[in-house]
Nanobody, 124 residues
Framework: QVQLVESGGGSSQAGGSLRLSCAAS????????MGWFRQVPGKEREGVSGISQYDTTYYADSVKGRFTISRDNAKNTVYLQMASLKAEDTAMYYCGAKRYPSGSWWREMEYNYWGQGTQVTVSS
């Protein structure tokens, strides 16, 4: 069992930066793939970024070059550094943990555990 708690959301002007954190507790966190997803009302949850247990990183095209995912296994925490924010980045952001490395980081159904979400609002 893995428990995930996101933090760091808030409001920003377009062009600004925010850093999201996802603290994990429970099972062996370092063996899990981690991902950040976002969702706006009326739309499906979409993958933003993922990081494997070997620190391989993945990004959606919409955030490539602006967002950076990282993990600190000593702190059981994964981060999403968001820069050059755009109004279209406004969403609820969720952290997910994926037990098995196979498959695709962007597939929501492959994640076993989720946090409660943190809201990011970007004003233009």
């Amino acid at each position: 069992q893995v428990q995930l708690v996101e933090s760091g959301g808030g409001s920003s002007q377009a062009g600004g930066s925010l850093r999201l954190s996802c603290a994990a507790s429970g099972a062996v966190y370092s063996s899990y793939c981690m991902g950040w997803f976002r969702q706006v009302p009326g739309k499906e949850r979409e993958g933003v970024s993922g990081i494997s247990q070997y620190d391989t990183t993945y990004y959606a095209d919409s955030v490539k070059g602006r967002f950076t995912i990282s993990r600190d296994n000593a702190k059981n925490t994964v981060y999403l550094q968001m820069a050059s924010l755009k109004a279209e980045d406004t969403a609820m952001y969720y952290c997910g943990a994926k037990r098995y490395p196979s498959g695709s980081w962007w597939r929501e159904m492959e994640y076993n555990y989720w946090g409660q979400g943190t809201q990011v609002t970007v004003s233009s």
